[in-house]
T-cell receptor
Framework: NAGVTQTPKFRVLKTGQSMTLLCAQD?????MYWYRQDPGMGLRLIHY???????AKGEVPDGYNVSRLKKQNFLLGLESAAPSQTSVYFC????????????????FGNGTRLTVT | AQSVSQHNHHVILSEAASLELGCNYS??????LFWYVQYPGQHLQLLLK??????LVKGIKGFEAEFIKSKFSFNLRKPSVQWSDTAEYFC?????????????FGSGTRLQVQP
């Protein structure tokens, strides 16, 4: 049982390049999230998904796109990377609380450290 | 929109000292509350959570937190810290009746426990 798996673990990009971060979960969770972590700013929500084929914007969505074509996968894309996107990116997933429309506790992946030069 | 404030950015304690980390949120409706811990080089792990019921919640590794609705607070406590508690601690909130099914995190508190 792998939980939440993120690939790649590290990546260096040049300004203007594009890339896709992959998140996969094997817990059959409905909800999936992409957060970025920056020193002194905690975790900020980029985009999230409450089910296959659905996505929603978080607090800092600009410059990112996401897709959830399969329930177990949540992709985060950077179309034209900028130095401001240098960060550690965490994917997380959650089951919904039975009978409720809010998430239970989040399960996190190990993170992707992205540097944009 | 809900927000979370963690006023202690960096706390240094000696082993066996008591710990209290502050967390305040800014939403007047019903909330779910969480504390996560991130050990150096690792991902976030759940310490404890509050959804309803007894406002004093016990979590793993001897941690507990108290929900005080009138103060919009969910402070984390531990009676006696160990060197292995050195980590970053994050408070998070989900505003249940907004329809936004995501957690908002605070900026974190870095705890350093000296042997």
């Amino acid at each position: 049982n792998a939980g939440v798996t993120q690939t790649p673990k590290f990546r260096v990009l040049k300004t203007g390049q594009s890339m896709t971060l992959l998140c996969a979960q094997d817990m059959n969770h409905e909800y999936m999230y992409w957060y970025r972590q920056d020193p002194g700013m905690g975790l900020r929500l980029i985009h999230y998904s409450v089910g296959e084929g659905t996505t929603a914007k978080g607090e800092v969505p600009d410059g990112y796109n996401v897709s959830r074509l399969k329930k177990q996968n949540f992709l985060l894309g950077l179309e034209s990377a900028a130095p401001s996107q240098t960060s550690v990116y965490f994917c997380a997933s959650s089951a919904h609380v039975p009978g409720q429309r809010f998430p239970n506790s989040l399960h996190f992946g190990n993170g992707t450290r992205l540097t944009v030069t | 929109a809900q927000s979370v404030s963690q006023h202690n950015h960096h706390v240094i304690l000696s082993e066996a000292a008591s710990l209290e980390l502050g967390c305040n949120y800014s939403y007047g409706g019903t909330v779910n509350l969480f504390w996560y811990v991130q050990y150096p080089g690792q991902h976030l792990q759940l310490l404890l959570k509050y959804f309803s019921g007894d406002p004093l919640v016990k979590g793993i590794k001897g941690f507990e937190a108290e929900f005080i609705k009138s103060k919009f607070s969910f402070n984390l406590r531990k009676p006696s810290v160990q060197w292995s508690d050195t980590a970053e601690y994050f408070c998070a909130v989900n505003a249940r009746d907004t329809g936004r099914r995501a957690l908002t995190f605070g900026s974190g508190t870095r705890l350093q426990v000296q042997p």
